[in-house]
């Protein structure tokens, strides 16, 4: 018999099951915590990894869905937002926003809808995957469905490729 889901990961596989989402969340043997790491338990480029990445736009909390293989520009993405100030959002605030850690925030699910900028560089992969409220869980998706999932608007959130 094995055990219920961790009750985060439950309610991302809700979410995703009520937002008509293809693809089902798979529970990994150990935590992955970074794209690459993420990567090579799938057997996948680094670069169809989906980092979930909270930031402080002005105080006001928005997700960066990044590709593993791009770095999010913090000075480009201000700009395109109209903001002063663009920093990495703390664990807490992290935690707070989403209801989940860093390492496991997926692209939805959290307690109030928040903003979301999605790298165009995903959309390289038919593939990609996110994580699914733990550092753990993941679910397969593709770019297009991610920008429908997440309301979310496609931008160019950097210029430098840091993995192939």
């Not at 002005?58 to 999010?72: F, K, Q, Y």
């Not at 297009?144 to 950097?158: I, M």
Request: hydrophobic content about 50%.
């Amino acid at each position: 018999m094995s055990r219920p889901p961790h009750p985060r990961v439950a309610a991302v596989a809700r979410a995703l099951t009520e937002a008509g989402a293809g693809g089902e969340v798979r529970v990994l043997p150990a935590e992955v915590r970074t794209a690459a790491a993420a990567a090579a338990e799938l057997d996948v480029p680094v670069g169809a990894i989906v980092n979930s990445l909270v930031f402080l736009a002005d105080g006001a909390p928005v997700l960066i869905l990044t590709s593993g293989a791009h770095r999010v520009d913090v000075d480009r993405v201000a700009t395109l937002l109209g903001v002063r100030s663009l920093t990495p959002a703390p664990a807490e605030e992290v935690r707070r926003h989403t209801g989940q850690p860093v390492g496991g925030v997926a692209p939805l699910g959290h307690p109030e809808p928040l903003g979301t900028l999605v790298d165009v560089e995903l959309a390289r992969h038919d593939e990609v995957w996110a994580a699914a409220g733990h550092p753990a869980a993941v679910f397969p998706t593709s770019y297009d469905e991610l920008l429908r999932l997440t309301a979310g608007t496609p931008v160019e959130v950097g210029a430098e490729v840091v993995a192939p």
